[in-house]
């Protein structure tokens, strides 16, 4: 959905009770389906007349301002978190590192009150057949599986039908939804893959987590685009659904948005463009623009960062600095790059609600305490300990988790480097 068309439909459908500041500054931020990935750049359309009639109270909403104590509390949990001997090393393999992973995020979840399972035990034949020379367990068996395991988490998968038209689906005319018997009978391998990367996705986090987040619905569609992974729909009523590609679409698009679920439930859908205590942890806006995003040039996704100080030979030079004077410059170096990186990603440059969703699925996937205390971007950082206190408002619990049981340590990762 186009946020530009979101925003003139909403003021078009509601007659206004009270004047509204101009939507300038949501605008020029959108794309063209919130939370898609798309190549091409949004065309600002700016407008700066008031509206006088009311904006559905659903979307008149913004991000609520988190105290600064709760932000306090909440880096209290990751600094407790990260004195204790929770943080795990050691592990000869793979295989040994992702057991004793599975054990503390169990042990982690039961002291909580929190529900976990086990999906890689449970779907251990599924694993096997899909990476196997020739997979020889069915797609309708992936599917049954599938909408068996999700359904524990409160999700289904929808598809069009005969009963169900895609008006009621809410699709988007530029996509298409798929029935279920058409994606059966093809019986291909992108399918299966999409259905267990699904399953990994959501079988990593807590029951609660998931629920949280508003997630309820994923629809398998045809995006048309190929660049197009996935999406939601900013002005749908029930805000629980997330459109994934059946071929290029995977549950790491599925996390990033359902974080974008989980923004719009916080923020409303024109709330969480403008998100004024989140910006205010931006850098300064480029000279002549009129926000951040507009021009970011000079600042850095943590992935273009970390090419960067690779492509310079940096990591490995302060390695095998031979003084202290050598090592202190390369660590400067290090550090300016370091201290450019605005968002977790390339993508999370494109505006604030991608910024958000593209540090939000690192924040609830497995990288999160190395994103919340162990980053070297000053801004990164902050971001990341600002969205964890929305979250620690609503169930400290679940932060208490996500700082406790996921992956981000230095040991932890020096196990798969090692591989």
Same mark, same amino acid.
């Not at 031979?322 to 990186?341: G, L, M, Y």
């Given at each position: 959905m186009n946020y530009e068309k979101f925003l003139k439909d909403s003021s078009d459908k509601y007659p206004f009770s009270r004047k509204v500041a101009t939507?300038?500054?949501?605008? =020029?931020?959108?794309?063209?389906?919130?939370?898609?990935?798309?190549?091409?750049?949004?065309?600002?359309?700016?407008?700066?007349?008031?509206?006088?009639?009311?904006?559905?109270?659903?979307?008149?909403?913004e991000c609520a301002i988190v105290p600064d104590e709760v932000i306090d509390e909440t880096e209290d949990v990751y600094a407790e978190t990260w004195?204790?001997?929770?943080?795990?090393?050691?592990?000869?393999?793979?295989d040994d590192y992702l057991k004793a992973q599975k054990e503390k995020k169990k042990s982690v979840a039961n002291e909580l009150g929190l529900t976990v399972y086990d999906y890689r035990s449970e779907m251990a034949d599924l694993s096997v057949d899909l990476y196997a020379d020739t997979s020889v367990i069915s797609a309708e068996t992936y599917f049954e599986h599938s909408e068996e395991?999700?359904?524990?988490?409160?999700?289904?998968?929808?598809?069009? &039908?005969?009963?169900?038209?895609? !008006?009621?689906?809410?699709?988007?005319?530029?996509?298409? =939804?798929?029935?279920?018997?058409?994606?059966?009978?093809?019986?291909?391998?992108?399918?299966?893959?999409?259905?267990?990367?699904?399953?990994?996705?959501?079988?990593?986090?807590?029951?609660?987590?998931?629920?949280?987040? *508003?997630?309820?619905?994923?629809?398998?569609? +045809?995006?048309?685009?190929? +660049?197009?992974?996935g999406f939601v729909v900013p002005d749908q009523l029930e805000n629980n659904t997330v459109y994934i590609d059946y071929k290029t679409g995977s549950g790491t698009v599925l996390v990033h948005e359902m974080f974008h679920l989980w923004d719009h439930q916080q923020c409303g859908p024109i709330g969480a463009m403008r998100d004024e205590q989140y910006d205010e942890i931006n850098p300064p806006p480029a000279e002549g623009k009129f926000n951040f995003y507009?021009?970011?040039?000079?600042?850095?996704?943590?992935? /273009?960062?970390?090419?960067?100080?690779n492509d310079q030979g940096l990591m490995t030079d302060i390695q095998f600095?031979? !003084?202290?004077?050598?090592?202190?410059?390369?660590?400067?170096?290090?550090? /300016?790059?370091?201290?450019?990186?605005?968002?977790?990603?390339?993508?999370?440059?494109?505006?604030i609600v991608e910024d958000k969703a593209s540090l939000g699925q690192d924040l609830i996937g497995n990288?999160?305490?190395? !994103?919340?205390? &162990?980053?070297?971007?000053?801004?990164?950082?902050?971001?990341?300990?600002?969205?964890?206190?929305?979250?620690?408002?609503?169930?400290?619990?679940?932060?208490?988790?996500?700082?406790?049981? *996921?992956?981000?340590?230095?040991? +932890?990762?020096?196990?798969?480097?090692?591989?």
């Open positions: 939507l300038a500054i949501a605008v =020029p931020l959108a794309l063209n389906l919130s939370g898609c990935t798309t190549a091409e750049t949004p065309k600002p359309t700016i407008s700066s007349t008031p509206y006088d009639t009311d904006i559905d109270p659903r979307y008149d909403k004195s204790k001997s929770e943080i795990m090393g050691g592990s000869d393999s793979v395991f999700l359904s524990r988490y409160g999700v289904s998968i929808v598809f069009s &039908s005969a009963e169900v038209s895609n !008006t009621e689906l809410a699709v988007p005319t530029s996509s298409k =939804p798929y029935s279920y018997e058409s994606l059966v009978s093809e019986n291909s391998l992108e399918t299966k893959r999409v259905l267990y990367s699904l399953i990994s996705s959501v079988g990593d986090l807590p029951v609660e987590l998931v629920q949280a987040m *508003g997630l309820q619905r994923i629809i398998l569609t +045809d995006t048309v685009s190929s +660049d197009v992974a507009a021009d970011t040039q000079g600042y850095y996704g943590d992935d /273009e960062a970390f090419k960067l100080k600095a031979s !003084t202290e004077a050598e090592k202190a410059e390369i660590q400067s170096k290090i550090d /300016e790059i370091d201290s450019r990186v605005a968002a977790a990603n390339e993508y999370g440059l494109t505006n990288w999160n305490r190395w !994103t919340v205390e &162990s980053s070297e971007s000053p801004i990164l950082q902050e971001k990341a300990v600002l969205l964890m206190a929305r979250l620690y408002e609503q169930s400290p619990e679940l932060v208490e988790y996500l700082a406790r049981a *996921g992956q981000g340590s230095i040991q +932890d990762t020096n196990v798969f480097a090692e591989q």
